[in-house]
């Protein structure tokens, strides 16, 4: 790690810094895809958000990278500060704070105090902060970037729609509109694709370069994923977003949708003391979507979902 901050110190790259409970992978990708329109990006590749991972990717850079973005892995106290320590970020997103490591951080104060650590290290004007996340929105600071599926900075979104193919919105301010296109699946997409617009324009990029890399934004390995079968059935492979959040975005998704939909799942993991709540609230949600059919693999929480499926 002391080898990775010298040869990181030395790299003329900009350096983004994500962490949160949820969406990080998400985010990274966004980013990447976007800022590529016009820049050389590297960021690493699959879950490498441990200090052993980023070491890894470091130690395969070129050196000559306009742009270095790093996902930041939590998973106790110190872990977001000890890699932040490393990188040195010039600008920061915070996804947002959840249940989803309960089990180890055992209490939501110290998950989002954890998380905001990546604060310490960032410009108050360059960290974003996801507003749709009432832990993450409530620490804010004055500077802190908010954005939502509703609007960032002086833009706001209009317009907005989501199907099977797709999300398309119009961006707008008092100067400037433009029409977004991506693959990625579901509203809550909106809010990190106009996060990664309102850094790109910041660092150079035009909205031609933006509507291009937006365009080729798509859901990534088991984030949403759709897969078209055979047989007529389509298949949204969701499997690697195990956390409140991102279940609750999957259900309003497939809610908005026409045709027979059937969820499947076994529950959350790391939910810790929240674990009897989360999954009632999953088994409402499903409920209020008007989900037809919900196929429970048996383990110990999905008792709690089918009592949520009752009320």
Do not use: C
Request: no cysteine; hydrophobic share 35%.
């Amino acid at each position: 790690l002391a080898r990775t901050k010298e040869r990181l110190a030395s790299h003329k790259g900009i350096k983004i810094a994500i962490a949160g409970s949820y969406g990080k992978t998400s985010t990274r990708e966004i980013l990447k895809t976007v800022l590529s329109e016009s820049k050389k990006v590297a960021a690493p590749p699959g879950s490498y958000n441990t200090p052993l991972g980023m070491a890894k990717f470091v130690w395969k850079l070129k050196g000559d990278e306009d742009v270095l973005i790093f996902e930041l892995g939590e998973y106790y106290p110190g872990d977001v500060r000890r890699l932040a320590r490393v990188i040195k970020p010039d600008w920061g997103v915070i996804t947002g704070v959840n249940e989803a490591h309960l089990e180890k951080f055992k209490s939501l104060e110290k998950t989002t105090e954890t998380v905001f650590e990546l604060a310490e290290f960032i410009e108050p004007t360059k960290l974003y902060i996801n507003g749709e996340s009432e832990l993450a929105k409530n620490r804010r600071k004055n500077g802190n970037m908010l954005y939502t599926r509703e609007g960032v900075s002086s833009w706001q979104v209009s317009h907005p729609h989501t199907d099977l193919k797709g999300t398309n919105f119009t961006l707008s301010n008092d100067v400037s509109t433009f029409n977004i296109r991506s693959k990625m699946l579901g509203l809550h997409m909106i809010g990190p694709l106009i996060a990664a617009a309102d850094i790109a324009l910041k660092l150079g990029l035009t909205v031609a370069h933006i509507e291009k890399g937006i365009e080729k934004t798509k859901p990534f390995p088991h984030r949403l994923e759709r897969r078209d079968w055979g047989d007529g059935v389509t298949f949204l492979d969701d499997s690697y977003n195990g956390n409140p959040d991102g279940a609750r975005a999957a259900i309003f998704f497939l809610g908005t949708l026409s045709g027979r939909r059937y969820y499947v799942t076994p529950g959350l993991v790391e939910a810790g003391a929240r674990m009897q709540e989360v999954h009632e609230d999953i088994g409402r949600e499903l409920a209020q979507a008007g989900i037809e059919k919900v196929i429970l693999i048996r383990n110990s929480v999905t008792p709690h979902i089918s009592e949520g499926l009752k009320t």
